[in-house]
């Protein structure tokens, strides 16, 4: 655009005079980019503290992966924090398939399955109830639900200590507990808070036009339900998704108290392997079987990325 | 000629690929009212933001009062601002609002005191010095947001789309203070607004941007009634002006403008230089420039159908079919038209523009 | 009522809205039956002398007074009060520092920040057994540090009971920085950025800024995090059961450890009820104050 630049110029309007003060001026003063330089003593705080945290937050997950690798005999020599002198995945065949938890020796795998078969369900069963509560709380308000929602939520905040007697008791009559039944309703339960929170303030924000619409078009609840609103809420629904598997999948008490030990979900079988009293510690197995239950939530995370976060602060914040 | 305030030299600022800014220059005079003028994008608060030093400029120079402060920190740079958003600090009060810089570059608690109350005093705002910014209006938020630039004695306001989030009403208020404001302190003024009403009633001199790049730079009324370019000409006005693509005809000595099968007689127009015959060309009537059933002395008349009327009280808008096109006009309140009506339009081509279709430059 | 004078024609009141209600039943029936019904009944059964199930037979305050009396109730409750007091403080202060650092505009921002959020997706029996194999003395940091030449190096807060509940403290601190973090960091972009511009035209130093206007605006973000951290605090249960086991001894047992054992290990359910009853009433003191703030004051939806 060569004639508007020239223009410019002109139409800057520059007196001579004053033209020559600061051609003088331009010629010894400071000009463009402010110098830094990269290595300003505030770059290395700011970096060399966040690497020195980042290393302090990846040093668990190092000596893990590194001690899973060495047989036991290097182990009760060597460092935790050295490499192995010789790679030996044995630990890992071990932990999955032949480890002891006191009860059984056949490994991890067993709760890998087991918690696969809990975290699935639960986590549909969970998502399909919360989506359609928080749905009817957003577009479809009736008298005294706001009253059910607020005790859900403070609820929310109630010890699980409190509850768990009750559930076991309602489990009992309903002849579910110790089963997996039993265990996806207490997931569900436990899961609806937040969930709920998460669907209705999705949907509240979903421009309110469009069910308006959709009411005038003839369409009812669940028509606007399956049609209009789940299509339009895939992103929360990963996100619920997110926060489901991974919590589900890490939780400890509530498999704890609500299964039989057959259906012990694997961060019980984890944790009676590695405290295991019986035999001599296998510090690479203990190890090899940590990562292995810590595998899936961690693969979700580094997966989904900003997602997760998004599931963690929507459940925090709100929460 | 007045000093110059602050001078703006080859400015160039991108990020990254992005050039926002581009070799602008721009010197604003001692005292002078400068708004920059232009849709969002156009890099005015980007401009804003270097010469307040909150942006790092890629290349060139800002001088303030002579001064080089290209690499000065704001504080130091003998600025205040005034934000879109206010950007008072929420948990102070109105005075700890104001004294809150002072306090920390260290001046004197009896300075302090004066100056706040001078400001308070300006603005009208002494009965809201104990209060927080949460238990103000819209406007009065925006008053103390100017009061913080106030007491911190400087040569150079910076305004950064003040007035957008106030409504209507108050906006306009707010409008006629600044100006107030501005005739009583002699500061030199800079204001970014996409409003052109503010910038019309405001300033002493208007830029009108586009792109990073400066269109106009002129008073008021000569962006207005001559601007520069076919940007300039669509951006101000309201509403826009007529254009007319077509062709320069210069038959026995007199001009035309062909566009669309009529021929607009356009003698009348101060062109900067001789037309040339064939030149595609872009003729401008703002629509109080056309006069209807109602002939004006030496300008041929046209035939036009109304289309719609809008009627605003004092004014009433025609929009009008004048062949196959479609175009407005401003007429006085009391002549009402009906849908339908063949009215003769006669086009006050003395303050027409006549830009070319190619560099889109003013004739 | 009304609608019954005003016409044939309008529906029944409790059929309006049919199906979001009945789509409601499984959150009416959680609410209602679970949240707010079993609170109550394990309130009530904290009063009566239930041993293997529940009766009804009331003894007033006996199980309270027992629990007071009960030397492992008196040092999970003091565990409790190190573990609150130290990973509040830590937790808010490393996050809140954390992420002003983030917020300077670095560059790998989003690695740093995946870094330090991936502990949180780890099962706290995940994080506790990895922090067991660190804090081993035998094989761990303290063996590693003493093979560097410093023999008298001693670092094993797992076998200690006088310092047992800080080693607990780190591998809590290690998963949960991160997600606090994080929090802070979004209230840190959600102040408005025409604030940090009027701060620097004024001419405040960062740590001022900091100080005395970021912090002041972000105490809404602080409130939430402080409520979320403080009410994981009253939770803690797994994390010990990874890593202790409640020892050594009783030196590490927190009050979820102790309903738990004494609901379905030492048959004692009034015990249980008693305790669980407890930190029910320690939440309440956290979030009561807090509700009462934030949604307190006549807050109505419309």
């Known amino acids: ?319 | 000629m007045e000093n110059v305030s602050v001078s703006v030299k080859d400015l160039s600022l991108s990020f990254g690929a992005v050039t926002v800014l581009d070799t602008l220059n721009l010197d604003i005079k001692d005292g002078e009212f400068l708004v920059l003028l232009g849709s969002s994008g156009c890099g005015k608060s980007t401009l804003l933001n270097c010469i307040a030093g909150l942006l790092d400029v890629s290349d060139g120079q800002i001088f303030i009062k002579n001064k080089n402060v290209t690499w000065e920190e704001p504080k130091d740079r003998g600025i205040g601002m005034v934000f879109q958003s206010y950007a008072l600090y929420p948990q102070m009060s109105v005075e700890k609002n104001l004294s809150f810089g002072l306090k920390v570059a260290k001046v004197e608690k009896a300075e302090i005191d004066k100056r706040v109350s001078r400001a308070a005093e300006i603005l009208q705002i002494q009965p809201l010095l104990k209060r927080k910014p949460a238990e103000l209006s819209g406007g009065q938020r925006q008053r103390v947001a100017i009061g913080r630039a106030l007491v911190r004695d400087v040569d150079v306001f910076l305004f950064d789309e003040p007035l957008s989030n106030l409504d209507a009403k108050l906006r306009s208020e707010l409008r006629v203070e600044i100006k107030r404001l501005h005739q009583s302190l002699k500061n030199t003024m800079i204001y970014v607004t996409h409003d052109q009403i503010e910038a019309l009633t405001l300033a002493d001199r208007i830029a009108v941007m586009k792109s990073g790049v400066i269109q106009q730079l002129a008073d008021p009324m000569t962006i207005y009634n001559a601007p520069e370019n076919l940007f300039v000409a669509g951006f101000i006005g309201s509403p826009s002006m007529n254009f007319f693509r077509g062709e320069l005809q210069l038959k026995d000595g007199r001009a035309f403008v062909h566009a669309n099968g009529v021929d607009f007689d356009v003698s009348a127009y101060p062109s900067r230089g001789p037309f040339k015959s064939g030149q595609k060309v872009v003729l401008g009537v703002r629509p109080e420039h056309v006069r209807v059933d109602e002939a004006l002395s030496g300008q041929a008349s046209h035939q036009a159908v109304v289309d719609i009327e809008e009627p605003m009280g004092a004014d009433n808008l025609l929009w009008l079919k004048l062949a196959g096109q479609s175009m407005s006009v401003r007429i006085a309140g009391q002549r009402r038209y009906k849908p339908g009506t063949e009215v003769t339009l006669s086009f006050d081509m003395a303050a027409a523009s006549i830009f070319d279709a190619v560099s889109e430059n003013r004739l | ?302």
């Open chain 1, 1 to 319: 655009m060569p004639e508007i630049v020239a223009f410019n110029t002109i139409a800057a309007g520059i007196e001579p005079e004053v033209e020559k003060v600061q051609a003088r001026a331009t010629q010894v003063g400071p000009r463009g980019r402010k110098p830094r330089r990269a290595l300003s003593g505030r770059n290395i705080m700011i970096y060399g503290t966040l690497i020195v945290v980042a290393l302090y937050y990846l040093l668990p997950l190092y000596v893990m992966v590194m001690t899973s690798l060495k047989g036991m005999p290097e182990i009760r020599l060597g460092n935790i924090f050295a490499p192995p002198l010789e790679i030996t995945f044995e630990p890992w065949v071990k932990a999955w398939s032949s480890a002891c938890t006191g009860l059984n020796c056949d490994g991890l795998s067993r709760g890998f399955w087991n918690s696969v078969r809990i975290t699935v369900p639960s986590t549909i069963v969970s998502i399909a109830i919360a989506s359609v509560n928080g749905y009817a709380l957003a577009n479809w308000r009736f008298k005294g639900a706001d009253l059910f929602f607020t005790i859900l939520i403070v609820g929310a905040f109630i010890p699980y200590q409190v509850m768990i007697y009750p559930i076991v008791i309602v489990l009992r009559e309903l002849g579910v507990y110790g089963s997996l039944t039993g265990l996806i309703i207490v997931h569900t339960i436990f899961g609806m808070p937040i969930l709920t929170l998460l669907f209705r303030n999705y949907f509240a924000g979903l421009p309110e036009e469009l069910f308006k619409a959709a009411r005038v078009d003839g369409a009812g609840f669940w028509t606007i339900y399956f049609r209009i609103m789940l299509p339009m809420s895939m992103p929360i629904f990963v996100v619920a998704m997110i926060l489901q598997v991974t919590g589900i999948w890490n939780d400890f008490l509530f498999g704890v108290v609500f299964t039989r030990p057959e259906y012990y979900p694997m961060t019980v079988q984890l944790n009676n392997i590695v405290n295991s009293v019986q035999g001599v510690k296998e510090y690479n197995v203990n190890m090899a079987a940590t990562i292995l239950t810590g595998a899936v939530p961690l693969i979700v995370y580094f997966v989904s990325g900003r997602l997760f976060v998004r599931g963690i602060a929507a459940g925090a914040v709100k929460g």
């Open chain 3, 1 to 302: 009522m009304a609608g019954h004078t005003r016409g044939s024609g309008r529906p029944n009141q409790w059929l309006r809205n049919l199906n979001a209600k009945l789509a409601s039943i499984p959150m009416i029936l959680t609410a209602v039956v679970i949240f707010l019904g079993g609170t109550v009944w394990t309130v009530v059964y904290s009063f009566t002398n239930s041993r293997l199930l529940p009766r009804l037979s009331f003894v007033g305050l006996d199980q309270y007074e027992r629990l007071w009396a009960a030397p492992r109730w008196l040092i999970s409750v003091q565990n409790l009060v190190i573990y609150g007091f130290f990973s509040l403080i830590f937790s808010l202060a490393i996050g809140f520092l954390l992420a002003a650092l983030m917020d300077q505009k670095i560059r790998f921002e989003n690695t740093f920040r995946t870094i330090m959020l991936y502990p949180f997706a780890l099962s706290f029996i995940v994080t506790g057994l990895v922090w067991q194999w660190l804090l081993n003395p035998e094989y761990g940091i303290q063996s590693v540090v003493r093979s560097l030449g410093w023999t008298s190096f001693a670092f094993d807060p797992l076998y200690n009971s006088n310092i047992v509940i800080y080693g607990i403290l780190i591998a809590a601190l290690w998963q949960g920085t991160g997600l606090v973090m994080c929090l802070m960091l979004a209230g840190l972009r959600g102040i408005d950025e025409d604030i940090w511009k009027a701060t620097r035209v004024d001419g405040i130093p960062m740590w001022k800024t900091y100080l005395l206007v970021i912090i002041p605006m972000m105490r809404g973000v602080f409130i939430t995090t402080l409520v979320i951290i403080a009410s994981g605090i009253v939770k803690v249960y797994d994390l010990v059961v990874a890593q202790t086991s409640g020892g050594p001894g009783i030196a590490s047992e927190v009050p979820a450890k102790y309903v738990y054992d004494y609901m379905f290990q030492a048959q004692n359910l009034g015990q249980g009820f008693a305790a669980s009853t407890m930190m029910l009433v320690t939440v309440a003191i956290i979030i009561v104050p807090w509700a009462y703030l934030e949604f307190g004051g006549g807050r109505k939806r419309a």
